[in-house]
C-alpha cells in the first residue's frame, strides 16, 4: 500500500508543479490542490490500480490579505480566452486597441433570447401561435426606465377598473350602398 502512496506522490507533483509553473508562481509561493480515488480491481495475478483525480484549474497563493486563488477561469487569466466560450480575457489578442469594449459586443457572447432559455427554460425564439422566428425589437436596460414603466403599469392596474366600451353605433348616413353590407 505504500508504494501506491508514494506513486500517487509523485503523480500529484509531477503535475501540480506543471500547473504552478504555467501560472507563473514557483512551489515557495502557489499551492495546488486535488481530490484522488485509487481504483483497484482484478486478481492477485492480474492487479489493475489506477488514479482518478480531479485537480484545480488553477493555483491558490497565501498572501499577507488572505488566500487568492488564480485560476484559468479568473477574469485575469491569461489563458482564459483559450477555454472559455467567448473567447474573452486578458489571452484574447483580436481586441488589439485598450479600448474596452462596447456594449453590443459584451453582450455579442449570448443574447438575452438564449440567456431565458438557459436560466429559466422560457423558449422566447420561436412564436406560440405560428411557430415562427421572434425577433427582439428593443431591449429596454435602463433601471430608471425600467421602474417608470413598472411604477405606470402598477398604477395603471390599481386605478383602471373594468374596461369600458363605446356604446356601438350604426353605420354612417349617405355612402354608397354596399359598403357596410
Same mark, same amino acid.
Given at each position: 500500500m505504500n508504494l501506491i502512496f508514494n506513486v =500517487?506522490?509523485? +503523480? *500529484?507533483?509531477?503535475?501540480?508543479?506543471?500547473?504552478?509553473?504555467?501560472?507563473?508562481?514557483?512551489?515557495?509561493?502557489?499551492?495546488?490542490?486535488?481530490?484522488?480515488?485509487?481504483?483497484?480491481?482484478?486478481?492477485?495475478?492480474?492487479?489493475?490500480?489506477?488514479?482518478?483525480?480531479?485537480? =484545480?484549474?488553477? +493555483? *491558490?497563493l497565501n498572501r499577507s490579505d488572505g488566500t487568492r486563488f488564480h485560476g484559468v477561469f479568473a477574469p485575469n487569466s491569461k489563458h482564459r480566452a483559450l477555454v472559455t466560450p467567448s473567447k474573452r480575457g486578458k489571452g484574447n489578442s483580436a481586441r488589439a486597441s485598450d479600448e474596452p469594449p462596447t456594449p453590443a459586443e459584451r453582450r455579442a457572447s449570448m443574447t438575452w433570447a438564449q440567456r431565458l432559455k438557459r436560466v429559466f427554460n422560457l423558449a422566447i425564439e420561436t412564436c406560440q401561435a405560428c411557430g415562427g422566428a421572434v425577433k427582439v425589437m428593443a431591449c429596454i436596460e435602463e433601471?430608471?426606465?425600467?421602474?417608470?414603466?413598472?411604477?405606470?403599469?402598477?398604477?395603471?392596474?390599481?386605478?383602471?377598473?373594468?374596461?369600458?366600451?363605446?356604446?356601438?353605433?350604426?353605420?354612417?348616413?349617405?355612402?354608397?350602398?354596399?359598403?357596410?353590407?
Amino acid at each position: 500500500m505504500n508504494l501506491i502512496f508514494n506513486v =500517487l506522490g509523485i +503523480v *500529484y507533483g509531477v503535475i501540480a508543479t506543471h500547473l504552478i509553473k504555467q501560472a507563473g508562481f514557483t512551489k515557495k509561493r502557489a499551492q495546488t490542490g486535488a481530490a484522488t480515488l485509487i481504483q483497484r480491481f482484478g486478481s492477485a495475478l492480474n492487479l489493475n490500480i489506477h488514479f482518478h483525480m480531479l485537480f =484545480l484549474d488553477g +493555483v *491558490y497563493l497565501n498572501r499577507s490579505d488572505g488566500t487568492r486563488f488564480h485560476g484559468v477561469f479568473a477574469p485575469n487569466s491569461k489563458h482564459r480566452a483559450l477555454v472559455t466560450p467567448s473567447k474573452r480575457g486578458k489571452g484574447n489578442s483580436a481586441r488589439a486597441s485598450d479600448e474596452p469594449p462596447t456594449p453590443a459586443e459584451r453582450r455579442a457572447s449570448m443574447t438575452w433570447a438564449q440567456r431565458l432559455k438557459r436560466v429559466f427554460n422560457l423558449a422566447i425564439e420561436t412564436c406560440q401561435a405560428c411557430g415562427g422566428a421572434v425577433k427582439v425589437m428593443a431591449c429596454i436596460e435602463e433601471p430608471a426606465v425600467i421602474k417608470q414603466i413598472l411604477d405606470h403599469l402598477k398604477h395603471k392596474a390599481e386605478t383602471g377598473g373594468p374596461r369600458v366600451l363605446p356604446e356601438s353605433r350604426a353605420p354612417p348616413v349617405g355612402l354608397p350602398h354596399g359598403l357596410f353590407d
